[in-house]
């Protein structure tokens, strides 16, 4: 990716998101001390592969922290596209916005695989931070570095966003319809078909399947992609 001036950016933009910004969610970025005290109101559950935990729009009911397993979150844009955030695994944090500032929740949230979740109730979370000013201000710092992450991905513009957009798709398209191989699930789809999908123009696809395989993420070939280091399986 090429900054104004012509300077080249440091760093894999891609790589950046898909790892850094979904661990501003980490649970382990509160401190011990917020740790133990949500621990005590938290509520174990496990789910059913396919089950549907929280709806998309409505406020979410509690705060969610993945144990075990892995979380899809699917949403319908106004145009009638569905928008998928990658998988959310074990120690990521789920509807934090929503219960702290009583909003809805932008994505579905669906068990893919039987897993197993802590639920912090919303009032309980809220009630918590009124009484603890170590957890309310572990909470704000969290929030603040998510919105710090958005606005810094925001930044990096539409290289970026695109490229993200073409990594979930084939995550999904592996998910659903992959075979699988040793280094990964293969995907047997054509560029243009991709292109279709993600709302790219051919050739900005394949700037960002270059950029994807550059960072080790995919591997092309005739027709399929292969997409590296998924499971074979939903477990």
């Known amino acids: 990716m090429i900054r104004h001036g012509g300077e080249e950016a440091a760093g894999a933009d891609t790589r950046w998101l898909l790892e850094k910004l979904p661990r501003l969610n980490s649970f ?17 559950r496990s789910w059913r592969d396919g089950e549907v935990i929280q709806r998309a729009g409505d406020p979410a009911a509690a ?49 893919y695989g039987d897993c197993m979740l802590d639920h912090f109730e919303a009032g309980r979370v809220l009630a918590l931070m009124e009484q603890d000013g170590i957890m309310a201000c572990d909470i704000a710092k969290l929030l603040a570095r998510r919105f710090w992450g958005l606005m810094d991905s925001r930044v990096e513009g539409h ?9 979930t798709a084939l995550q999904i398209l592996a998910a659903q319809r992959g075979v699988a191989r040793p280094q990964g699930m293969e995907v047997r789809i054509s560029q243009r078909e991709l292109a279709c999908q993600v709302g790219s123009s051919r050739p900005h696809l394949n700037a960002c399947l270059q950029q994807l395989q550059d960072e080790k993420l995919i591997l092309l070939g005739y027709r399929s992609i292969l997409v590296r280091g998924l499971p074979a399986d939903k477990g």
Do not use: N
């Not at 569905?82 to 934090?96: I, N």
């Open 159 to 167: 290289q970026t966003s695109v490229a993200h957009r073409v990594y």
């Open 28 to 44: 382990d970025l509160l401190s011990d001390h917020s740790r133990k005290a949500l621990a005590k109101i938290g509520l174990t």
């Open 63 to 111: 705060l969610l922290l993945v144990r075990q397993g892995r979380l899809r979150l699917s949403a319908m844009s106004i145009g009638g596209a569905e928008v998928h955030w990658p998988f959310v695994g074990p120690g990521k944090l789920v509807c934090l916005y929503s219960i702290i500032g009583e909003l809805p929740f932008h994505y579905t949230v669906t068990a």
